[in-house]
């Protein structure tokens, strides 16, 4: 129908689609139903990186050492693992903060966004049987929070911070550059790679995308229930605060 004779503007379009082969309607190229859900995201295709260092030669007073020394990541391949015990992760959204004119103009009442708000992120994450994965967070936020004995902050050992048990022992915050680091979540589906399997290569054939959760540190653990009751997997949650968030778009070459 042409505009004037009662179809609106904008125009809608059809209100429906053939269900298996496009068609044409009006000069206009329809894909059917297939073409368009035949390519819907899976949920379960997803990597989460969160880029801590092994680097033995890092001598700067930061998480990268404070790590290293906890024996946490001095193995390379043992820091790779941490990513893939990450079970559940939601890539994080924004939303405007507003402020409002009412009524200047004509009564209409207007508004504006003023900030841009980046909500906290969670990851939940399977435990091992060593507690690395606990551990690993546990030694984050005491490094941001560190407790400091009479003599000096608490020698970091991989049995943790047991001697700091003393009534007069205190706690004193790290400067915010010393502990914030880059978290990555990124999305992708089966058919990534033609061999998955195989050493090399990066995510070029398909599209994907990864979003960059800059500055990040976690915030909070969250209790980790145990019981007699019928055996689970055992899984800790984390929340993370960042200052904001970027992505990267893998257009892939299909």
């Known amino acids: 129908m042409s505009e004037g ?15 298996t082969t496009p068609r044409t309607d009006g000069g206009v190229n329809l894909p059917g139903a297939r073409d368009i859900f035949g390519s819907l995201s899976i949920s379960s295709q997803f990597k989460v990186s969160l880029h801590l260092s092994n680097n033995p030669n890092v001598t700067d007073d930061n998480i990268d050492t404070h790590l290293f020394n906890a024996g946490l990541t001095r193995d390379s391949g043992r820091n790779a693992e941490f990513d893939f015990f990450c079970s ?17 103009r004509q009564g209409v009442i207007e508004r504006f966004p003023t900030r841009r708000i980046y909500p ?6 399977y435990v091992d049987n060593k507690y690395d994965i606990v551990r690993l967070f546990e030694e984050w936020m005491n490094y941001i929070n560190p407790v400091y004995l009479d003599t000096g902050v608490y020698a970091t050992t991989t049995i943790g911070q047991g001697d700091a048990k003393a009534t007069e022992n205190f706690f004193r915050l790290r400067y915010p550059n010393t502990y914030r680091r880059i978290i990555s979540v990124t999305k992708f589906e089966r058919n990534f790679k ?3 399997g195989t050493s090399g290569g990066e995510l070029g054939n398909v599209p ?25 997997i055992t899984k800790t949650t984390i929340t993370f605060n960042y200052s904001r968030y970027v992505y990267e778009y893998n257009p892939g070459t299909l």
Request: proline share 9%; aromatic share 12%; net charge negative.
């Open 194 to 196: 033609e061999s998955p």
């Open 208 to 232: 994907s995308i990864t979003y960059r959760m800059i500055d990040a540190f976690p915030t909070n653990i969250t209790g980790i229930p145990v019981s007699y009751e019928g055996s689970t």
């Open 120 to 125: 906290e992120f969670t990851i939940t994450l």
């Open 5 to 19: 004779s009662g179809s609106g503007f904008p125009r809608i379009g059809p209100l429906y689609i053939k269900m």
């Open 88 to 104: 559940e992760a939601t890539i994080p959204g924004a939303t405007f903060d507003f402020s409002e004119e009412s009524g200047s």
